[in-house]
């Protein structure tokens, strides 16, 4: 055999059993991980379809939690109602019907003291659909770690079952209820309101389709228009918007309060101090915000029940977010095919951009005649190529705001203006301008609205753009 075979007939069954070896140790040292798997001779204390569990009973130092099964989920007959994690409930369920041994301690021991089984540190029971019942007592952690001494009720033997076992028949009421809220998709969502102390509430809608009969002058920027806090409604981000409802993955129970609240104004919600509603498709996620402890935890409760809950404060970033990060930035960008004039001024000087139709018959195909639009562009009565035009024209709507106006309102006139005349059927007019805001940025006026604030490099270089094409 020649020395690459040689190598790799060595090398190649070694990376299996490194991998295979690397699987093992996940198994083993995931969470919740189930027993390792022995042979047929494993000592069975229960072995029965999980589905015939309809009743558990779990006591423990923390209380008694009973659990029953009905129309095919998991409800909490005691101490009272919550919502469950059905997948942890039937982990629990699975210990109860497939239950073995490791080995077998003692037969019949004489100190059950010894094992932490004289006062188990739990009780387990349940009844199965034929009526009969499973009782186990389950004792302390065995010195390795990975095990908990357990009796079966009736019988005196000691044995040692997986730790997983041991865990879910401690389970108190906290462990087993659902920790997280209900889940939205960005795609679906159609409301969206943020209220939050030090910064402006946020309304965002769907975007409604366009009426019958509507004219499209701008870009529909994406799927949710802001309705609130600007004064006017401004496009959503729709990339920002999409990882900001991801986020609310995030959003979880850290730590059940009160379920049953006397008095709300001790956790600050009697009059809550923000406020969060998610609308998308048949989810809705409306939640209430109060007070911080001094461990870092806010209270918050749904607005359907007065359930007590805290989350860590590092989970609310969306709650802080200012509403700027999530609006789009371009002023207006206006559909080039309808657009008839644009007219930049900046003191006396003005230009004028035009776009001239025309139709013209295209040749033949079939039985149809097509028709394709041919356009003359002038700048202040000059005609340019298509191309020129066309970048200089992505100069002016490719305008951006840079951040929000904190000086409103703003007074004095434009410094430069521009003007978009479209060719709908009423010539509809859009303008905004630039007003001096300080030697760094100009305020954009557009609507009335003074929002936003933009850099005057932005604007001079688009200015210094179209002044260069007209003095060709």
Known sequence: MSRPKLLRSIIFPLA??????????????????EEPAVDDDRIVLSKHEKNAVLRMELETTAGRVVLVKGDGEWQVEEPYPVTLNQARVDDIAYSFSRLFAERVVEEDPEDLGLYGLEKPRATA????????????????????????????????????????????????????????????????????????????????????????????????????QMELPYARPQWVEGTEFTKAIQGLSMLWIDEFVDDHPTDLARYGLANPRGEL????????????????????????????????????????????????????????????????????????EEYTLTIERLEKPKAK??????????????????????????????????LRVDTENDRKPVAGEPEIRVNFVFSTSDRQKISYGFVPYDKDFYVVIRDGTADFLIARNRVEKMLAAVRAQALL
């Open 16 to 33: 299996l059993l490194v991998a295979a070896g690397g699987v093992y140790f996940y198994l083993m040292h995931r969470q919740g991980a």
């Open 125 to 224: 029971r349940a009844v199965l659909e034929d009526q009969s019942e499973l009782l186990f007592y389950l004792g302390d952690k065995t010195s390795v770690g990975d095990s908990y001494y357990l009796q079966v009720g009736g019988s005196p033997v000691v044995y040692t079952v997986w730790r997983t076992h041991g865990d879910n028949f401690q389970a108190a009421l906290d462990d087993l209820r659902e920790r997280r809220l209900p889940r939205v998709i960005p795609e679906q969502v159609e409301y969206f309101r943020r209220k939050w102390p030090g910064v402006p509430e946020i309304e965002i809608r769907r975007t409604p389709e366009l009426a019958e009969g509507e004219e499209e002058t701008e870009f529909r920027l994406g799927f949710w």
């Open 365 to 398: 195909r079939g039985k149809k005649e097509e028709e394709e639009s041919a356009a003359i562009y002038r700048i202040n009565g000059r005609e340019m190529e298509e191309e020129t035009f066309k970048k200089l024209y992505q100069e002016i709507i490719g």
């Open 277 to 348: 509603l998610v609308q998308a498709g048949e989810n809705t996620l409306h939640l209430f915000f109060g007070e911080e402890k001094q461990d870092g935890l806010v209270y918050f409760k749904s607005v359907d029940a007065d359930n007590v809950y805290a989350m860590r404060k590092s989970r609310l970033s969306l709650m802080e977010m200012k509403p700027f990060a999530l609006v789009e930035k371009f002023i207006l960008l206006a559909f080039i095919d309808k657009v008839e004039e644009v007219v930049v001024e900046a003191g006396e």
